[in-house]
């Protein structure tokens, strides 16, 4: 009987040993993997399609693509990559949710489901502020395209990041997550978008991002923004509850007449109408160009304004002018070349990213048959 003490000793030792190792892979952990590689140099590419994704990527200074999964961010490179990469960095939360991603500059700021905001170097991966703030919910979907292009709370403006909570909006330093102001807003003011003037629009008002002060004389609410970037941010105009279009780049709305077509959007002065079979640009309610043919128009950046055709190319134009650019297919080579529809888009300076969805697909991610394919985010250079 004595003999056999140390072998249950032993046991228990192992057993001891065995829990702590569970303890320590179960246990609510965060790991920060690193980039080892130097920072990618961006490329400037003739215009046509780069490649497709399995995941939708935020682009990030036109250098890095950054991904949200369920418990965690990671990112790759280049931008042109034919296909996803072995990460360049990547950051995990267990057992916490992320519920979005902004980027500003190179700093990437990540929300979890238990409220903490954990801004990374986009160029590193490491972790360089956080703050805690309240709790969300995680994102849907297998891509993450909502978490990356339509982050709910989340928005840019400047030097700043804007997370709302319930009722509660609150800015903070990019830099180092330093809050600058916090103020209650009214009831009914759900998530909103930031104009490109520096206002934050949300229900029957608006707040200057720069103090949080309520601005007086805004038009009346509730307003649809027009013309953003990602995170309802940087948007160009608005139409408000009378469907009264204005120009929201100063600090100030312009009334802007054309605005008024529930077709039209706004990138910077310019209002693009893509109604009655053609793209018209006007400035100031004079005609600039027309282009004629059906055609969705995905966004203005470095003076090319960028459109969809029903048959799925991508139109590249002198913003200016109207004059063509560039035009191609939106397919990767081999790949079938069938209908399917935008679900969503990031459009840079230098590249625009869209997921794609078959035709009758659904408001329901995890339906059958939803994704145009496995890969269904496709890349080009613009």
């Known amino acids: 009987m004595i003999r056999k003490l140390p072998r249950a000793l032993a046991a228990l030792v192992v057993l001891l040993a065995g829990g702590a190792a569970g303890w320590r892979m179960l246990a609510p952990a965060e790991v920060s993997e690193p980039a080892a590689d130097p920072y990618p140099v961006a490329a400037t590419l003739p215009a046509g399609v780069t490649g497709k994704t399995t995941m939708a990527p935020l682009i990030v200074d036109d250098r890095i693509r950054v991904y949200a999964g ?7 490179a280049p931008v042109e990559a034919r296909t996803m990469y072995t990460p360049r960095w990547s950051y995990r939360r267990w057992p916490e949710r992320l519920t979005g991603v902004v980027a500003a500059g190179t700093t990437v700021v990540t929300r979890w489901s238990d409220g903490d905001l954990v801004a990374l170097d986009g160029r590193t991966g490491r972790p360089v502020w956080r703050s805690d703030g309240p709790s969300a919910d995680g994102f849907e979907g297998r891509t993450g395209s909502a978490a990356v292009w339509a982050p709910p709370g989340l928005h840019t403006a400047g030097t700043s990041v804007l997370v709302t909570g319930g009722r509660r909006l609150t800015a903070r330093a990019i830099t180092d997550g330093a809050q600058r102001w916090s103020v209650d807003l009214p009831p009914g003011c759900a998530d909103g978008f930031v104009t490109a003037g520096g206002r934050y629009v949300c229900g029957a008002g608006a ?9 007086r004389g805004w038009p009346a609410g509730p307003s649809t923004g027009v013309g953003c970037d990602v995170a309802r941010s940087g948007c160009a105009g608005l139409r408000d ?7 929201t780049g100063g600090r100030q ?13 706004a990138a910077g002065d310019l209002v693009l109408i893509a109604s009655g079979g053609a793209v018209t640009a006007s400035r100031a309610g004079r005609e600039l160009w027309r282009r004629p043919g059906p ?10 304004a960028v459109l969809l055709t029903p ?15 560039a035009t191609f297919p939106l397919f990767v080579a081999k790949e079938r070349v069938d209908a399917w529809k935008p679900n969503g888009w990031q459009l840079t300076d230098g590249f625009v990213a869209i997921e794609r969805l078959l035709p009758q697909a659904g408001a329901d991610p995890d339906e059958p048959n939803h994704y145009y394919t496995m890969d269904p985010v496709v890349i080009a250079a613009i």
């Open 70 to 76: 369920d418990r965690l961010v990671k990112a790759d």
């Open 295 to 304: 055609a969705r128009v995905l966004g203005v950046r470095a003076g090319k």
């Open 241 to 247: 509850a009378s469907g009264q279009g204005w120009l």
């Open 253 to 265: 709305p312009e009334r802007a007449p054309a605005l008024d077509d529930p077709a039209a959007t």
């Open 207 to 215: 707040w200057d991002v720069l103090s949080g002060g309520a601005v």
């Open 311 to 325: 048959d799925d190319r991508l139109v590249v134009l002198d913003a200016g002018t109207g004059a063509q650019r």
